[in-house]
C-alpha cells in the first residue's frame, strides 16, 4: 500500500475515533448507540493507543469502574441519560450507581490489556495501568467459569445472544425458539430510527430478547442463578476462544508484572478451555460449531463463530482447516469473511450478524492465523479489509457479496481496527 494511501487511512481512522470520543469512553456510533459497549470500548482502545496511549488505557479502565461486585462485566454501561436507544436503564432495572446492563460479553479485555502493554511507548505508564486492570480482569474471568460453566465442562455459555455480540446469528434460531414472547409487553425500538430495519434483528428476535431480560430482572440479577433459569444457553466456539485468548495473555501479563497466582489460575483456565474446545470441532463441517447446551446437541449452522476459534491457541492442523473454510467462503463472495455460509437458505448478507462481514472479527482471525503461520489467509484478510473501507467507508459491517456499507455508519471499532492492519500493510 502507499505511503499516501496509508497516512489517508490513518487520519480518516483517527477522525472518527475522535467523533465518538466522549472524553472517558467512546460509542460505537453516535444515535444507534449512544453508551458504552464492553467489547466494543475494548478494541477500540487498540486503535486509540496508535493515538494517545493515556486515552487507550482510560477507556478500558472506565468500564472496569463499572465491574459488578461478583466479577462480571457488563456490556453495557449507561453514563448518561439517551432516550434513543431501547432497551435503556429502566428496562434493565439493574440497581446499579452508574446504570449497566445485566449480562456480559465476549472477554477481549485480556488481550486488549497485553496487546497495549507489549506495544506501548510510555513503559512506565502501562506498567501502572496493566497492574491495576490486571486483578479485575482476572475476576471477570474466573466469573465466567464459576457461573457460565457449573458443570465445569471447561467451556462458558452464553445465556442471551447479545452476549456473543453476534445477536441475530443463525446459530441461535432453535434454541431462541424456545424463549417465549409472552408477557412482552409494549415497546417502541429505537434501533429502527437509526438503521435500515433490513439490516437488523426482527420484531421476533426482539420479543425474546426483551423476554430474556425481563426474567433476569425478575430473579434480580443474582448472576449465580442465571445460568440455569435461563431457557437459552449456548456454548458459542468464538466466545470461548476469545475468553481463552484472553485467559493465557492475561497469564503472559501476570508472569511480566510478578503475579504468579494470577498467571498460574489463567494459565489452567486457558488449557481446560482449549481442550473442551475440541468437542466443537465437526469432521463433517470442517470447523467448530456451536453447542445448545439446553438440548444437548452440536448446531448444524456454519457461522463465523466457528472460525473465530482461530483466534486461540488451537492445533496448528485446525487453523490449516478453517483457512480451508475460508477459502471455501471465499469463492462465494467478494469480499471476506462472511458471518455466515453464503450456500445456507437461511444466509442473508445484509442482515446483521446472518451473513455481513465485519472488521473486527476479520482482525481477530487474521491475528490468530499469522500467529499459526498461516500467513497467505490472513494477508487476504486484511486486504479485503481495505478494500471494504476504500469501497464503502467505515461501516458497522458490510455485504460480502455487494460490499454495500450496513448498519450504523463511522463505527468506533472498524477505525480501531484500519489502524491496527495499517501496522502490518
Ligand atoms: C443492540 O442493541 O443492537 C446491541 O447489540 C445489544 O447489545
Not at 6 to 17: D, G, N, Q
Amino acid at each position: 500500500m502507499a505511503t499516501m494511501d496509508k497516512s489517508a487511512f490513518f487520519e480518516h481512522a483517527a477522525e472518527v475515533l475522535r467523533e465518538n470520543d466522549l472524553g472517558t469512553y467512546t460509542v460505537p456510533t453516535k444515535g444507534l448507540y449512544p453508551f458504552q459497549w464492553n467489547w466494543d470500548s475494548c478494541l477500540t482502545a487498540l486503535g486509540q493507543a496508535h493515538i494517545d496511549e493515556r486515552r487507550a488505557w482510560l477507556e478500558i479502565e472506565t468500564l472496569f469502574d463499572n465491574q459488578w461486585e461478583d466479577g462480571m462485566v457488563p456490556h453495557i454501561v449507561f453514563h448518561k441519560r439517551d432516550d434513543g436507544y431501547f432497551p435503556g436503564p429502566d428496562v434493565w432495572g439493574t440497581n446499579r450507581p452508574v446504570p449497566t446492563s445485566g449480562i456480559t460479553q465476549p472477554a477481549v479485555a485480556g488481550f486488549a490489556v497485553a496487546r497495549l502493554f507489549e506495544r506501548a511507548k510510555d513503559k512506565e505508564l502501562a506498567r501502572e495501568r496493566a497492574s491495576a486492570l490486571l486483578p479485575k480482569i482476572h475476576r471477570w474471568h474466573e466469573w465466567f467459569y464459576a457461573n457460565r460453566d457449573p458443570q465445569k465442562t471447561g467451556l462458558v455459555a452464553i445465556i442471551h445472544p447479545w452476549e456473543s455480540g453476534r445477536d441475530n446469528s443463525i446459530d441461535w434460531d432453535d434454541a431462541f425458539s424456545r424463549v417465549p414472547t409472552e408477557g412482552v409487553g409494549e415497546y417502541h425500538r429505537r434501533d429502527t430510527d437509526h438503521a435500515d430495519p433490513t439490516h437488523r434483528p426482527t420484531k421476533e428476535q426482539y420479543d425474546r430478547y426483551i423476554w430474556l431480560v425481563k426474567h433476569f430482572r425478575s430473579l434480580k440479577w443474582d448472576t449465580s442463578k442465571l445460568h440455569d433459569a435461563s431457557p437459552f444457553q449456548v456454548v458459542d466456539p468464538g466466545f470461548n476462544a476469545i475468553l481463552i485468548r484472553a485467559c493465557s495473555e492475561l497469564a503472559g501479563l501476570a508472569n511480566e508484572l510478578n503475579l504468579p497466582d494470577i498467571a498460574a489460575k489463567n494459565d489452567a483456565m486457558a488449557n481446560q478451555g482449549l481442550s473442551a474446545l475440541e468437542e466443537l470441532w465437526s469432521d463433517v463441517h470442517g470447523q467448530y460449531m456451536c453447542y445448545d447446551r439446553k438440548a444437548g446437541h452440536l448446531i448444524d449452522s456454519l457461522s463465523i463463530g466457528g472460525l473465530l476459534t482461530a483466534f486461540a491457541a488451537i492445533p496448528k492442523s485446525r487453523a490449516k482447516a478453517l483457512t480451508v473454510r475460508i477459502a471455501d467462503i471465499e469463492s462465494k463472495t467478494n469480499y471476506l469473511i462472511a458471518s455466515h455460509d453464503p450456500s445456507d437458505v437461511r444466509y442473508d448478507g445484509k442482515r446483521y450478524w446472518r451473513g455481513p462481514a465485519w472488521l473486527i472479527v476479520n482482525y481477530m482471525i487474521a491475528d490468530g492465523l499469522t500467529a499459526a503461520g498461516e500467513n497467505e489467509m490472513a494477508r487476504r484478510i486484511i486486504n479485503s479489509s481495505f478494500d471494504l473501507i476504500r469501497e464503502s467507508g467505515f461501516s458497522e459491517y458490510y455485504d460480502p457479496i455487494d460490499g454495500d456499507p450496513c448498519g450504523g455508519s463511522r463505527f468506533t471499532w472498524t477505525a480501531a481496527m484500519v489502524l491496527e492492519f495499517l501496522l502490518v500493510v
